[in-house]
């Protein structure tokens, strides 16, 4: 079984930063270890649909949705299966409940989910 944890939410004033952290742990079936599957964020805006944020894959290539280019940067450490997104010039549409996820099965899927981490960015 995998879990996922996600913290550094909190709020903040607009054009600020904030550094979310997501640390995973167990194993899946496959024995292989965590640091070796692609991981990503999402967020969930009230009213809204979940929407992806970036992810970074084992080789270390990364996407960013447009919304969040060259604000937003993600990384993984290599020691420990854990992910960060570093957030700059926040903005209040940037307000959301974010969420890290686990892609174990490959293409997107997304299996593992964290409980989530709420950023509310104040104008």
């Known amino acids: 079984q995998v879990q996922l944890s996600e913290s550094g939410g909190g709020t903040v004033q607009a054009g600020t930063s904030l550094r979310l952290s997501c640390a995973a742990s167990g194993r899946p079936a496959s024995g292989r270890p965590l640091s070796t599957y692609a991981m990503a964020w999402f967020r969930q805006a009230p009213g809204k649909e979940r929407e992806f944020v970036a992810n970074i894959r084992w080789s270390g290539s990364i996407d960013y949705a447009d919304s969040v280019k060259g604000r937003f940067s993600i990384s993984r450490e290599r020691a420990k299966p854990t992910m960060h997104l570093q957030m700059n010039d926040l903005k209040p549409e940037d307000t959301a409940i974010y969420y890290c996820?686990?892609?174990?099965?490959?293409?997107?899927?997304?299996?593992?989910w964290g409980q989530g981490t709420q950023v509310t960015v104040a104008s």
């Open positions: 996820a686990l892609d174990v099965v490959g293409g997107s899927a997304y299996e593992y």
